[in-house]
RNA sequence: GCUCUCGUGGUGGAAUCGGUAUACACAACAGGCUUAGAACCUGUGGUCGCAAGACCGUGUGGGUUCGAAUCCCACCGAGAGCACCA
């Protein structure tokens, strides 16, 4: 036997197929298309690891099986070389990036080469090309056209160690910068930003016609973050002056009790002279300005703000007047930069309404309690006779109204502590713990399971928790609460517009009473209480009839808002694309003509940032200076280069046609490839590069660039491979795996196999080599079956029927990117296979199963062993026979109360009929002891595999 | 604080329209082969019991169900993202 000496075959396959170019993909060819696609990646110096390699060798399978299935597919990879990690490698390197960036991707080449990944090369791309980056300052050219790209001057953060302006998203929660972990600081600078709020709306909602995991859609909706609420305005009592407020809580507002501006707010100038401790609040503006990022993100800090005294506003609703405060913990770029505030009913409020002792005043109750269980022992219960309970079951939001009679509270059918049954009284016991002695009633109420009482936490409160209620509303008839003679034990299903009507019959607002004492706050929807003739309403109902009256009352309107802001879009580096931006003294900013793209990046030995905010590239006169395009007069180029996402934003559009100079990609191309039908890459993409990119899709889209409103058909993300330390692979943590020295160890299939099986492929998982060893047994042992149990006889039926079941679980989990499982699948396959044999054409559809993954030596096994044509990888996806994987005997479990008790085998037939199952299972030893002299009650019946028989 | 995800043997993990929990692999132990080691092969896998078998068991408590890792509620814990967002 030949021993298994993957150093030996793999390279020579690599050859081969690079010779015969047989992952090329064809365009406007009559097969289906597939786009596969992976985040094309930054070559850094040090090669990449194996959490880089697995979402390349997942999607390598999946494009090696999607091939086989018949599909023209293109899998293309090409480089997002500039940036400034680029720029600080060559700093440090004393080398120009232009020639690190081509000696690094002269080793990711060698090494993806090694392990065999089918990627068309003939695609390539490199963002730092001017070829390439003509379109990337072509699509910039046609943003400014369409008024989507601005200058403005804003507050930018500074980063003092790498001495540029950085974008929020490059700034962590705590301040500092991602890449260098140094704090941050403000300033303020002209920057070319892109209007990507204009586009909020499209892509929160076309996140509908795209298929993203769910995890995904949810972090792009939070982070678009659209919030629907009023913007209204007050009045300041003695002038014509007005203040904007936004909120998306106006059934509060009868319990605000002042306004607060963020100290940038403009009505602070206006009304500068009848502002009375003026001196005092241009301090505290002051003070507010200077704050850097890292003080005004402190978590534990306290709220500070001034009173802005003589200034008085009046609220529309209530005709209050109210005092106004300047605070920093509101934004100015958020909403209007002013905000109501409700002590009650908002925790932020409430700490500030605390400090400067306002009136907290609440007008919201929560509605799905009574207050008359248990008993509050700081508190004389009122007596009622009759006690409401309404219970909101938040499914489908139906509400149900319990009434009974004081006399009948110990009538309940279950729960009152009168008849301890051992679970009340272990209840009763904790209570008693937590204070609460004389207990009387625990109810429970009728149908829902029963009613808890336990300590919230911070050991403050007590409160009564019911839980949901599992009843259904069977028809929807209409009870009429008055007539009705309330059936104590039964509940009453009441609809939701039914509720105004029940509390003008009960006219009884106790019941909404609360079990929270005040200093914890209520911030949900609720009923409000002390809000004029709003009083009694649900939250969603006040909601819109307040603002219908605002808007009957021209003082305010629906408005809707967004966490997302406008995206920076200027750099002040060297190794980026130059905005193609001329400045002339009399024309102002002119655009670069179409003609003249690419601005190209001139070479320069000095390109370090120059500090004082502007780009290294201001020192390059002769670049600088230059005409103006529209008066021919002196003029100078911007200097200012674009962040490393402008290159990615559009780069899978270029695979398409990576020489076309003549438009970024031909037409015809794009309708035959887009969308791409699987996007993957990290998680961590998702808020940036995904969003932005989808961003400018949906531009060319507009201006009629590409044929559809989204790049990505389906997107899933990987988990990240964390270093054997649990900690994400960093140089800084010296616990980065390199590929090179597994492949050279055990193989580049060995390393492929591994990187699949270590655990779910979108979860994270820790590098831990010791089942690597499983791996390589694995394919040793395939490599022996290959040469000692193929036979040229027929393949056992049992044997025969496992291998198609293999082949459609494999063909399922590729599909379904479960590659772990896939990779289980077929080792539980070969420990069959090597109590067995396989004919040579059963051999042959093994090999093809398991050439996705180990395609090295399933082409070894292909034409060497097996005498095939070259190659595996052009054969067609076999198609696993339906018939032959039925089982002909299945397993019948026996259940008695739900409990196993016994099992046997049967024709799987028969094991479709009941009566039979039934009979067999009666006879079975194990059973008769259990159904001996007693019938059973009934039997449940799951075809072809249980039996439970119910005493 | 908010949003999302997750919690299963010594370890990575498998099983979710509710139906035999622990597939597959690693490690450990025992045995085989071997001068020896490596490699390879076989066996074992919660507790009690000689055994048949019984009982416990998927973070904790409770619920629904003939039957729950899976569904519902609360709690505890871990991870990720966002963060003074009105």
């Known amino acids: 036997m030949i021993p298994y000496e993957p150093e030996k075959i793999e390279t020579k396959w690599q050859d081969k197929w690079e010779e015969q170019k047989i992952y090329q993909a064809i365009d406007g060819s009559k097969k289906q298309k597939f786009y596969a696609l992976i985040e094309f990646p930054y070559p850094s110096g040090a090669g990449f690891h194996v959490g880089n390699a697995r979402s390349w060798l997942a999607m390598d399978a999946y494009s090696r099986k999607k091939r086989m299935n018949g599909f023209n597919v293109l899998y293309p990879m090409g480089w997002d070389a500039f940036g400034l990690p680029a720029e600080n490698y060559a700093l440090k390197n004393k080398l120009h990036p232009s020639i690190t960036t081509a000696q690094n991707i002269a080793t990711f080449k060698r090494q993806i080469k090694s392990l065999g990944l089918s990627f068309d090369w003939s695609r390539e791309i490199n963002t730092t090309d001017p070829k390439y980056y003509k379109w990337t300052q072509w699509i910039f050219l046609k943003l400014l056209e369409k008024g989507l790209a601005y200058r403005a001057e804003t507050s930018v953060n500074w980063c003092p160690i790498c001495k540029t302006t950085l974008a929020d998203e490059e700034v962590l929660a705590d301040g500092s910068h991602e890449r260098c972990g140094k704090p941050t600081e403000k300033r303020f600078q002209k920057q070319w930003l892109l209007k990507i709020t204009d586009y909020a709306q499209r892509l929160l909602d076309d996140l509908n016609l795209v298929d993203y995991s769910q995890k995904i859609r949810v972090q792009q909706e939070n982070w678009i973050g659209r919030s629907e609420g009023a913007e209204l305005k007050f009045g300041i009592k003695g002038t014509e002056s007005q203040i904007n407020v936004f909120t998306t809580r106006i059934d509060t507002i009868f319990g605000a009790s002042a306004l607060v501006v963020a100290p940038e707010h403009k009505i602070i100038n206006q009304l500068e002279d009848r502002i009375k401790n003026i001196d005092e609040v241009r301090g505290y503006q002051k003070k507010a300005k200077d704050k850097s990022e890292l003080e005004r993100t402190d978590l534990a800090k306290e709220k500070t703000g001034v009173r802005l005294e003589g200034i008085i506003a009046v609220n ?101 502590v009168e008849n301890d049954d051992p679970k009340t009284a272990a209840r009763r016991e904790t209570l008693e713990e937590t204070g609460y002695k004389n207990l009387k009633f625990i109810a429970q109420i009728p149908g829902s399971t029963y009613v808890e009482f336990y300590r919230p936490h911070k050991d403050s409160n007590v409160y009564a ?245 989204e790049p990505y058909a389906k997107r899933r993300s990987h988990g990240i491979v964390l270093g054997p330390d649990n900690r994400k692979m960093s140089k800084s943590f010296g616990n980065v795996v390199n590929p090179d020295d597994i492949v050279k160890k055990h193989g580049a299939d060995t390393l492929r196999l591994y990187e699949m099986f270590i655990g779910p492929f979108d979860q994270a998982v820790s590098w831990n080599e010791d089942s690597l060893q499983g791996c390589f047994r694995f394919l040793n042992r395939v490599w022996k079956l290959f040469q000692e149990k193929v036979k040229e006889e027929e393949t056992s039926k049992d044997i025969l029927r496992k291998l198609h079941q293999t082949a459609r679980k494999v063909g399922e989990d590729i599909e379904n990117l479960k590659f772990n499982t896939m990779v289980a699948s077929l080792m539980k396959f070969i420990n069959e296979w090597e109590k067995s044999f396989l004919s040579k054409e059963d051999a042959e559809l093994f090999v093809k199963i398991i050439a996705p993954l180990a395609p090295h030596l399933a082409e070894e096994a292909w034409v060497e062993i097996l005498k095939n044509k070259f190659s595996v990888h052009q054969q067609p996806w076999p198609k696993f026979d339906e018939k032959l994987i039925i089982e002909d005997k299945v397993i019948m479990v026996i259940q008695i109360n739900g409990k196993v008790r016994g099992q046997f085998e049967m024709d799987n037939q028969d094991s479709q009929d009941q009566a039979k199952v039934t009979d067999q299972a009666r006879k079975h030893p194990q059973i008769i002891k259990y159904l001996e002299g007693k019938e059973a009650s009934k039997n449940i019946f799951v075809p072809g595999k249980l039996i439970n028989f119910v005493i």
């Open 316 to 416: 529309p609703f209530s005709e209050e007047e109210i005092p106004v405060f300047a605070a920093d913990y509101i934004m100015e770029s958020y909403g209007t930069g002013a905000i109501m505030m409700v002590p009650a009913h908002d925790n932020r409020d409430y700490g500030f309404a605390q400090k400067y002792n306002l009136p907290i005043k609440e007008v919201i109750a929560p509605y799905w309690l009574d207050s008359k269980y248990p008993p509050r022992p700081d508190k004389q219960t009122e007596k009622r006779e009759v006690v409401t309970i309404i219970v909101r079951n938040p499914k489908d939001k139906k509400l149900l109204c319990l009434k009974w009679k004081k006399a009948d509270w110990q009538s309940f059918p279950t729960g009152g």
């Open 465 to 709: 928790h019911f839980q949901y209620l599992v009843f259904e509303l069977e028809n929807e008839e209409k009870i009429d609460i008055e007539k009705n003679e309330i059936n104590n034990h039964e509940p009453v299903w009441i609809s939701e517009n039914e509720i105004e009507s029940f509390i003008n019959v009960e006219n009884q607002l106790f019941m909404w009473r609360r079990f929270k004492t005040p200093d914890l706050i209520y911030t949900g929807y609720g009923v409000l209480i002390d809000s004029g003739k709003y009083s009694g309403l649900f939250s969603e109902d006040a909601c819109n009839k307040m603002v219908s009256w605002l808007q009957e009352k021209n003082l305010g309107n629906a408005t809707i808002n967004y966490k997302m802001r406008d995206w920076i879009f200027s750099r002040q580096h060297y190794w980026g694309e130059p905005i193609p931006v001329i400045h002339c003294q009399k024309c102002g900013a002119v655009p670069v003509p179409e003609t003249d793209l690419p601005v190209e990046l001139p070479y320069v030995e000095n390109y370090e940032p120059s500090g004082t905010g502007e780009s290294p590239l201001a020192n390059i006169t002769d670049w600088v200076n230059t005409k103006c395009p529209q008066c021919q007069g002196e003029a100078r180029r911007e200097t200012d280069t674009m962040p490393n996402w402008a290159g990615s934003n559009w780069y899978f559009l270029r695979y398409l046609d990576p020489d076309n100079s003549r438009e970024i990609a031909a037409k015809d191309k794009m309708k035959y490839w887009m969308p791409v039908d699987i996007y993957q890459g990290g998680f961590e993409h998702t808020t940036l590069h995904l969003l932005y990119s989808r961003f400018i899709y949906k531009f060319l889209y507009d201006i009629g660039v590409v044929p559809g409103p």
